[in-house]
Structure formats: structure tokens, C-alpha cells
């Protein structure tokens, strides 16, 4: 097999398990942005997955079933909201209340769809572009979702450091007494954010159950909502390198696979562990830093917004 045979179904399979990260992580910047911590991004994923993939069986519509994917991800952010920013609960004890929240939830409601066979999302198809060797599939022969990933980054970029609304929720999350004093209003702030990271862990646990391995079947999403978490930290807060570090995630995913494929004699389980060990080393690497993350971390993150009387 020559080099190009093989680097191009690699690249391919390295692309689709970085997409649901994309989704998960880059929605999740904007809510720790608007200095609101969600660790329920695996729940939100996971319900996105299953309705995604309940609604394109019942309507044969991946269109409608992205946007049910969104709906649903954004109105559990929509729980949450009203629970931390509302009621001022504690955020970290409710994102993880609503990770187990939607790990149930998705399995009662998927409960009659296990093994239930859907057509994956079709890729797109530029006759005389998707047909070029290497760069053909590889940059025209994906499906929508993908470069709607890429799109979706770029757009973040431009609202966070080019405009005025980003400036805002940037200024919320670092100082919510300041941004409060002159008037803006944190917690409305604060509720779109959380709910477009929703929207957008929906989007990424869509991806799983309709183009990653389209099906659906319990807890599919195997922790990449904690994956996630782990990429805004890696990034710094940075949307360019969330996007980065998605696909470099997305390689150690599937290196499991080609390892198993190429015969190297490890026990599966090992391998299946690299992703979340190479989550926790990042981590530990990262963490050394204290100075870097207190540099870039939204000054506000996790803390409880009191308005003045």
C-alpha cells in the first residue's frame, strides 16, 4: 500500500472523531466566556444524540434532526440556567447532576431504537473536485456537519475579538460586578451563552449517532463531553486552538484502531484507553502552569453572580 493510500482514509477517520469535540468544545468556550462552568456537556451531548437520531428515523429529515439535536441540547442549558443562575445553585454539583440527568434521560428515550439501522449523513459530492487525489475527499468529499464545525469556529473567532456583543460577554465573564454597574444585564447574558453551548453539544452528539457511527446505542458518547471540558483548558480559552486541539484528540482516538489493525499486540483495553489518557496528561502538563491558565481563564468562571438590590 503506498503512502497516500493510507494517509487519506486516516485523515478521514481523524476528521470525524474530531468534529463532535469541535462542537462540544467550542460551545462550551462561549459559556465559560460568559464565566459560567457547565460540566454537563457529556449529558447535553448525549440527549442531542438521541434525539438527533429518533427524529431522523421518524422523519427521514437530517435537517430537522440536527435542529432537534440543537433544541434539546440548549433547552438542557436551559435547566441548568435556571438552576445556577436563577435559583444560584452550585455549578459544579449541577452539571454533574446533569450529565447523569441526560445519560438516563437518552437511554429512556432511545430505549426503542437500539439497533435500529439509519443511512449515515451523505457527504458532499463537487464533481471533478471531491474526485482530485488526497485533497479530493479529503477537503470536498466531507459531510455538512463538518464544515459547518469549521464555520461555526470561525464565526466564534470573529464575535469574541471583533465585535462589540463579544466584547461584552468577554467583560461579563471577567468582571460581572463591572459589567452589571453599567448596566448590562449578566444573568440574560449568561443564559445565551449557556444555551448555545447546549445547541452545540447537541450539534456534536448529532454527529455521533448520525454520521460518526450512525446508530443509536446507550451512553454512545463514551466521555467525550469530558474530553471536551479538557480542550477549552488545553486552548487556553483560545477558539483556534480548541479547533486544534479537537483533531489532535480526534488522532489519539483513532490511533487506537490502526494500532489494533496493524497487530500490535496490546490488549484492547489499553488502547481503548489512550483518548482519556492523553486527556489526563494534558491536564497534569497544563496544570503546572498555574500563571498561564490564571492569564487566560475568565476571572469570573464558576462564580455565583449576586445582583445588587
Known amino acids: 500500500m503506498s503512502g497516500m493510500d493510507w494517509i487519506v482514509p486516516v485523515i478521514l477517520t481523524v476528521i470525524t472523531a474530531a468534529t463532535p469535540l469541535v462542537f462540544a468544545g467550542i460551545g462550551e468556550l462561549i459559556t465559560e466566556k460568559s464565566g459560567v462552568l457547565n460540566l454537563g456537556v457529556?449529558?447535553?451531548m448525549v440527549v442531542?444524540?438521541?434525539t438527533a437520531f429518533v427524529t431522523a428515523t421518524v422523519t427521514g429529515s437530517y435537517i430537522l434532526a440536527v435542529l432537534a439535536a440543537a433544541l434539546s441540547g440548549a433547552f438542557m442549558a436551559f435547566l441548568f440556567g435556571i438552576l445556577t443562575l436563577s435559583l444560584m445553585a452550585n455549578q459544579v454539583a449541577t452539571g454533574l447532576a446533569l450529565t447523569l440527568f441526560g445519560v438516563g434521560l437518552s437511554a429512556l428515550i432511545g430505549q426503542d431504537f437500539v439497533g435500529v439501522p439509519?443511512?449515515?449523513?451523505a457527504k458532499l459530492n463537487i464533481p471533478g473536485l471531491s474526485d482530485l487525489p488526497v485533497v479530493g475527499p479529503i477537503i470536498f468529499g466531507q459531510d455538512p456537519l463538518v464544515y459547518l464545525s469549521l464555520v461555526i469556529v470561525a464565526l466564534v473567532s470573529w464575535f469574541l475579538?471583533?465585535?462589540k456583543a463579544g466584547l461584552i460577554l468577554r467583560a461579563v465573564g471577567d468582571s460581572h460586578d463591572a459589567a452589571h454597574s453599567i448596566?448590562?444585564?449578566?444573568?440574560g447574558i449568561r443564559y445565551l451563552a449557556v444555551m448555545f453551548g447546549g445547541a452545540m453539544s447537541g450539534i456534536g452528539g448529532a454527529y455521533l449517532s448520525l454520521a460518526y457511527t450512525p446508530m443509536w446505542a446507550e451512553n454512545m458518547t463514551a466521555g467525550r463531553g469530558w474530553i471536551a471540558l479538557a480542550l477549552i483548558v488545553f486552548a487556553t480559552w483560545k477558539p483556534g486552538l480548541v479547533l486544534i486541539g479537537a483533531y489532535m484528540f480526534g488522532g489519539i482516538t483513532i490511533l487506537?484502531?490502526?494500532?489494533?489493525?496493524?497487530?500490535l499486540d496490546l490488549p484492547s483495553q489499553i488502547l481503548s484507553m489512550l483518548p482519556y489518557v492523553a486527556t489526563v496528561v494534558v491536564l497534569v502538563l497544563i496544570s503546572k502552569d498555574e500563571s498561564r491558565i490564571r492569564?487566560?481563564?475568565?476571572a469570573c468562571i464558576g462564580k455565583i453572580f449576586h445582583p445588587a438590590a
Open 295 to 298: 492569564k487566560h481563564a475568565p
Open 42 to 44: 457529556e449529558g447535553m
Open 48 to 50: 442531542g444524540a438521541v
Open 256 to 263: 487506537q484502531l490502526h494500532a489494533q489493525a496493524a497487530g
Open 118 to 121: 439509519v443511512d449515515a449523513i
Open 183 to 187: 448596566g448590562y444585564s449578566v444573568i
Open 161 to 163: 475579538y471583533k465585535t
